[in-house]
């Protein structure tokens, strides 16, 4: 914003609950005061919501075409994740002017390293399996720590590298009960007490599908969340070790950002102000390498980020 102020002199709005505010018309203006000191500010200064532009009475593109030209607006600079940006896309292909800003902890999308939110669930995550290790080696328990991760596992794979955990569960390698139990074991052989990191999207590979037993959001996707409250019970029946489920949930989406995402938000931004200026419709700023570069929103939402095989072999090599 600071950017677009002092090089393009332009002005800037910011919707209120992401997109509900652009259906029903909710703005508030922003000038550099407004977002003076925001980059160790954690959540959003605009709120969010899982509101689908095209439902409603005032929802789809032309109506949002009239309500933006009614405000004024120019311009849409979509700042989110999957949900966010798909929206985004079909809006871009139905002519609204979009350019997207990638921000998911899920690091979901493709067409990016990174998106900022990410670097900071993980420094969430770490801490909390290395603060639940402490009760599983007191107590001798196997304690199970689910993390987000709807189709990937980042998080899971990231914290629980950092944190040493015995194994990890992720959306992308369905794993059957019979090789977590034996790396359970494995761990309890060796006197300790067994520490998994599991994303809430991992299936067990008799499941058909992730579990979930919350109904669906805005978007009809499945509610997730559950799955380490699934396996412990499971685990404790087959190896004897009394086993506790942990889900950390929201408290990695909330706090103070890491330092990372805040340097990383920043160029994000900037860039993104430039492809409004240069009027690239439909296009996304994301890192690759060190480097910001544009690509379509088109192809960050057409495939998922995931967790390449090599990487979780990696990891497996410390398992149990």
């Not at 002092?6 to 919707?15: K, T």
């Not at 002519?95 to 998911?104: A, D, H, L």
């Not at 492809?275 to 379509?296: F, N, P, S």
Request: contains cysteine.
């Amino acid at each position: 914003m600071l950017k677009g102020d002092r090089a393009y002199d332009a002005e800037f709005v910011g919707f209120r609950y992401g997109w509900r505010g652009v259906v029903n018309g909710d703005t508030i203006p922003i000038d550099r005061h407004d977002v003076r000191g925001l980059s160790r500010q954690g959540g959003t200064i605009l709120g969010s919501s899982r509101t689908n532009p095209y439902e409603g009475e005032r929802g789809g593109p032309e109506n949002i075409r009239r309500t933006m030209a009614e405000l004024g607006v120019d311009a849409i600079i979509a700042i989110g994740g999957e949900g966010t940006l798909t929206a985004a896309r079909r809006l871009s292909d139905e002519g609204i002017n979009i350019v997207g800003v990638p921000k998911t902890i899920d690091n979901d999308l493709a067409g990016t390293d990174y998106s900022f939110g990410f670097d900071t669930a993980v420094e969430i995550a770490t801490e909390s399996i290395d603060r639940v290790r402490t009760t599983a080696e007191s107590h001798q328990r196997c304690i199970l720590v689910e993390v987000m991760g709807r189709h990937v596992g980042w998080i899971a794979l990231h914290s629980g590298m950092a944190a040493g955990a015995h194994a990890i569960l992720i959306p992308e390698q369905p794993e059957s009960i019979e090789q977590i139990v034996e790396w359970v074991e494995s761990v309890r052989d060796r006197g300790r007490a067994p520490v998994l990191a599991v994303s809430e999207g991992f299936r067990l590979s008799t499941m058909e599908g992730e579990h979930s037993h919350k109904g669906l959001d805005a978007f009809n996707r499945p509610r997730l969340g559950g799955i380490a409250e699934l396996l412990a019970p499971e685990i404790e029946a087959r190896t004897g070790i009394e086993s506790r489920s942990v889900a950390i949930g929201h408290v990695q989406r909330g706090g103070v950002p890491s330092a990372y995402d805040r340097v990383l938000a920043t160029r994000l931004g900037m860039h993104a102000v430039d492809a409004v200026t240069k009027e690239q419709w439909g296009t996304m700023v994301a890192l690759r390498g060190t480097d910001i570069v544009h690509t379509t929103i088109a192809e960050a939402t057409g495939g998922l980020n995931v967790v390449p095989t090599a990487r979780y072999e990696e990891a497996a090599v410390l398992f149990g």
